[in-house]
């Protein structure tokens, strides 16, 4: 995807970003709206809600064949409401944010929580809350895991794509390491090519530093 395409692409989200969330008044979840769904997904012709990266077909193999199963049709919906709740319980004052869209979870962990400016070491602080999050992800292991890096504008293109993709390593082999299977796990760096906000002020940069995980159901079909 060159530069131009990259762009429109940030402008597209940035000018939705204002509707693309609603929130429950009683419980305060987060969920994307759907009408907001499927106007981006309409105008980047999938390229943010489309497959998994890597591909559905190689991990789904994958996975099956480290035995770890999928999750039956009908059951969907239940499995993945109980993992939201104890995310959201685990996670709750740490500065992590659940974001629930239709059958899938969005885990978006800004950088004040997670990394130094400029590093991809994990913060101290931060690990006590990764392990929490770590054991539900074992807990419900019926789910593909994307980590996926993010920076906001300050520095090169260069520079940025590739610490976005040393957080999400990082992030990844974490989990790896407190029992998460590889099988499940994907990373994806993007450099500062998705913002959330806009990169002219201090608190639109720190929002767009940060490390989302995205979780998405196994399904046998």
Known sequence: MNRRSKITIALLISAMSVTACTTNPETGEKRI???????????????LLGDLIGGKR????????????AVAGAGVGYYMDQQEKKLREQTAGTGVEVVRDGDQLVLDMPSEVT???????????????????????????????????????????????????????????????????????????????????????EEGRAENRRVEIRLVPVTAS
């Not at 190689?58 to 199963?69: H, N, P, V, Y």
């Open 33 to 47: 709206s759907k009408t907001a769904i499927g106007g981006i997904g309409g105008a980047l012709g999938g390229y």
């Open 58 to 69: 190689d991990r789904t193999e994958k996975i099956l064949g480290a035995g770890i199963g």
């Open 115 to 201: 990394f130094a400016f400029g590093s991809a070491n994990l913060s101290p602080e931060f690990r006590a809350t990764l392990d929490k999050v770590g054991a539900i992800l074992v807990e419900y292991e019926k789910t593909y895991v994307d980590v996926m890096g993010h920076t906001d504008s300050v520095g090169s293109d260069a520079f940025n794509q590739t610490l976005s993709e040393q957080r999400a390593a990082t992030v990844a082999s974490y989990l790896t390491g407190r029992g998460v299977q590889s099988a499940r796990l994907a990373t994806k760096g993007y450099g500062e090519s998705q913002p959330k906000a806009s990169n002219t002020t």
